[in-house]
């Protein structure tokens, strides 16, 4: 196979990352939601925890773009 | 393709050429930009910090409330312990925030999209914070790398991990904050292209999902900013107690 080739689909096959961090944010946001609608006095504290989990699950699929971007412009 | 995505992360020369040794010290687009951002602190803290009035104006309670915000993040998560090091974090988050936030005017460039000067923060964070950690409990800092109510059997695999997960801090602290900006401003070019080569008729579709991209990318700069301030105070925290 060409090299050309195969860095284009090693590049597009890094970008299976993104399910990973799709399921991590959902899983985060809903159970929020659910943990808030049993108990919607403590909902507002952990708001920010809310956001530091979706800050964080959002970046682990960010970290499968960069391997995608070293395996097309750094190699 | 009608022009490069990646074309706006290109670093260029502004003014002449410094060169000390083999060092280019040049003044560039991300130095201005960085310049840029540290002036428009600097202004809106002292603007907003000149008259100190009962009743606060605009000015005044949005600098209060920046103030007010990271004390109240450095309490919560680091505890009372590390109030000496709030200049610090409130320089790093404002920093951070006013790069993102200034990256996401037309035509201007992300200074935050560049590993190495996350990297340089984040390298800055973990030395720091290493050193601190030692000063304070010396060799016991070491501590932290047992954890407790763990089997002996396990404990050689389980430091071992440790260390990596200590040691890949600063790599994944700056490479969180660069790989977002890069990937959402290319994301909002690559719609912009779309746009152009659409044309009149099917523009439009991807104008609406450049919209709707540029305020999602603003709440990511606000909440990049935020979560890496609030890791350096966990990382923090993990120093000043330990084990609590």
Not at chain 1, 31 to 53: D, I, T
Not at chain 2, 11 to 20: A, H, M, N, Q
Not at chain 2, 127 to 148: D, S
Request: some cysteine; hydrophobic content about 60%; proline content about 4%.
């Amino acid at each position: 196979m060409e090299l050309e080739a195969a860095k284009m689909i090693g590049a597009g096959l890094a970008a299976i990352a993104l399910a990973g961090a799709g399921v991590g944010i959902g899983l985060i946001f809903g159970n929020y939601l659910s943990g808030a609608m049993r108990n919607p006095s403590a909902a507002a504290k952990q708001f920010p925890n809310l956001l530091l989990g979706f800050a964080l699950a959002e970046a682990t699929g960010l970290f499968g773009l960069v391997v995608a971007l070293i395996i097309l412009f750094a190699f | 393709m009608a022009s490069n995505p990646m074309h706006q992360f290109e670093v260029y020369r502004i003014g002449p050429e410094i060169k000390l040794g083999t060092v280019n010290l040049s003044f560039t687009n991300p130095s201005m930009f960085m310049l840029i951002s540290a002036i428009t602190i600097l202004l809106l803290l002292f603007l907003g910090t000149r008259k100190k009035l009962a009743i606060p104006s605009k000015m005044q309670f949005i600098t209060e409330s920046s103030y007010a915000f990271i004390a109240k993040m450095i309490n919560d998560t680091a505890g009372s312990g590390a109030r000496p090091f709030f200049p610090f974090i409130f320089t790093l988050f404002m920093f951070v925030l006013f790069c993102n936030m200034i990256g996401m005017l037309p035509y201007s460039f992300t200074v935050t999209s560049h590993i190495i000067v996350t990297f340089v923060l984040a390298a800055f964070i973990f030395i720091a914070v290493t050193i601190i950690g030692f000063i304070k409990h010396g060799i016991k800092y070491l501590q932290l790398f047992v954890p407790k109510g763990v089997p002996v059997v396990l404990l050689p695999l389980i430091i071992v991990i440790e260390i990596i997960s200590y040691l890949s801090r600063p790599v994944s602290l700056s490479v969180r904050l660069f790989a977002n900006m890069m990937a959402g401003h290319t994301m909002l070019k690559v719609f912009g292209g779309f746009v152009i080569s659409l044309g009149l008729l099917g523009g439009w579709l991807p104008l609406g999902f450049s919209v709707a991209l540029t305020g999602l990318e603003i709440l990511v700069a606000f909440l990049q900013a935020y979560v890496f301030a609030i890791l350096t105070c966990i990382y923090l925290n993990d120093a000043l107690n330990l084990h609590h």
